[in-house]
């Protein structure tokens, strides 16, 4: 089993930047790819980002492509989601994923195995 926990959220102002990190627990985290996700109150979750298990491979929303970069340290068994240029609809909650049987990178949210709780990220205009 695993465990993912998100921190680094807040509130900043538009235009400003956060990193966002998820720490993994148990041995399997460089083997899997990983994402990050968000929902905004009463919306849909949505895709932001996702990194293949060596970090060799990335993709982005086309929202987000451009202002965020995920980057991952197997070594410390963590995964970030580096965040410039934030705009008020960037205001969500971000949950980070791992799915365990995906062979390429997806944008699905139905494709990940493992989430974390959640950290709030909050841009005010």
């Known amino acids: 089993q695993v465990q993912l926990v998100e921190s680094g959220g807040g509130l900043v102002q538009a235009g400003g930047s956060l990193r966002l990190s998820c720490a993994a627990s148990g041995r399997t985290f460089s083997q899997y790819a990983m994402a990050w996700f968000r929902q905004a109150p009463g919306k849909e979750r949505e895709f932001a980002a996702a990194i293949s298990w060596n970090g060799d491979d990335t993709t982005y929303a086309y929202s987000v492509k451009g202002r965020f970069t995920i980057s991952r340290d197997n070594a410390k068994n963590t995964v970030y989601l580096q965040m410039n240029s934030l705009k008020p609809e960037d205001t969500a909650d971000y949950y980070c994923?791992?799915?365990?049987?995906?062979?390429?990178?997806?944008?699905?949210?139905?494709?990940?195995?493992?989430w974390g709780q959640g950290t709030q990220v909050t841009v005010s205009s």
């Open positions: 994923a791992q799915s365990i049987h995906i062979a390429t990178l997806s944008p699905y949210s139905f494709e990940y195995d493992y």
